[in-house]
């Protein structure tokens, strides 16, 4: 029960910078996308893959998917969750808090039930991966989970490293560990830079509109 509420904690951890010390390059964490560490890991047989679709939604269901990123630690425990991606058919507001918080505690409670065991000693090594969950009618589920789709996990957790209009959380201290090429980083940060730019600039052009606007309509000058 204690690592299902770390979970869930984690989860919805703040994104920042760790304070941890850098590790060597040696040493960082292989990152993996999803479906792509079967060279190292497999799970365990009988793991459950996908959690039931959330009662209190049941009655009036959308089709919804999320992309869970998480670490496979050297034990075959999962850890470190993170929520890298996620859709609903029906409105995808972040203002529905409570809506995405029961999917997402769906999600971690099922990974952080997960094990894995190595193909060899040597193959017992850390690696961060991803995983995604599918909500819904299962008829719909291979489009559901288009929606979802992340083709370069490394690239995704670079751009949410550095641009705040993702709204998505990592764990913390983790992105620190990842073994992420500089050059990804770089084009992230620089991209998420340009689009700062572009934003700020939009928000002084429609300022400016509204300032016009307020003056178009205010009354004329008295003459008294």
Same mark, same amino acid.
């Given at each position: 029960?204690?690592?299902?509420? +770390?979970? +869930? /904690?984690?989860?919805?951890? %703040?994104? @920042?910078?760790?304070?941890? =010390? &850098?590790?060597? &390059? %040696? #040493?960082?964490?292989?990152?993996? #996308?999803?479906?792509?560490?079967? #060279? %190292?890991? *497999?799970?365990?047989? $009988?793991t459950q893959l996908m959690p039931p679709y959330p009662e209190a939604y049941a009655k009036d269901p959308e089709e919804v998917c999320m992309v869970v990123g998480y670490l496979v630690n050297a034990d075959g425990t999962t850890s470190d969750f993170s929520l890298l991606k996620s859709w609903a058919s029906g409105s995808n507001s972040r203002s529905r808090k409570d809506f995405w918080a029961d999917f997402a505690d769906l999600s971690s409670r099922a990974l952080a039930q997960w094990h894995y065991a190595p193909k060899?000693?040597? *193959? %017992?090594? =850390?690696?961060y991966t991803a995983a995604t969950f599918v909500f819904g009618t299962p008829g719909a589920a291979m489009a559901t989970k288009e929606h979802c789709e992340i083709s370069d996990l490394t690239e995704r957790l670079a751009e949410l490293r550095y641009n705040g209009r993702a709204g998505r959380m990592m764990a913390r201290g983790i992105y620190s560990q990842l073994d992420i090429d500089? $050059? @990804?980083?770089? +084009?992230?940060?620089?991209?998420?830079? /340009?689009? +700062?730019?572009?934003? #700020?600039?939009?928000q002084a052009v429609n300022s400016w509109k509204n300032e016009r606007a307020a003056e178009a309509n205010m009354p004329p000058p008295s003459n008294k």
């Open positions: 029960m204690g690592g299902i509420m +770390r979970a +869930r /904690t984690i989860l919805f951890a %703040a994104l @920042v910078a760790a304070a941890l =010390p &850098a590790l060597a &390059a %040696a #040493d960082k964490i292989r990152i993996a #996308d999803e479906g792509k560490i079967g #060279d %190292a890991w *497999s799970l365990v047989p $009988g060899d000693a040597a *193959s %017992a090594k =850390p690696v500089p $050059g @990804v980083e770089e +084009r992230m940060r620089q991209r998420s830079i /340009t689009w +700062r730019e572009e934003r #700020d600039q939009g």
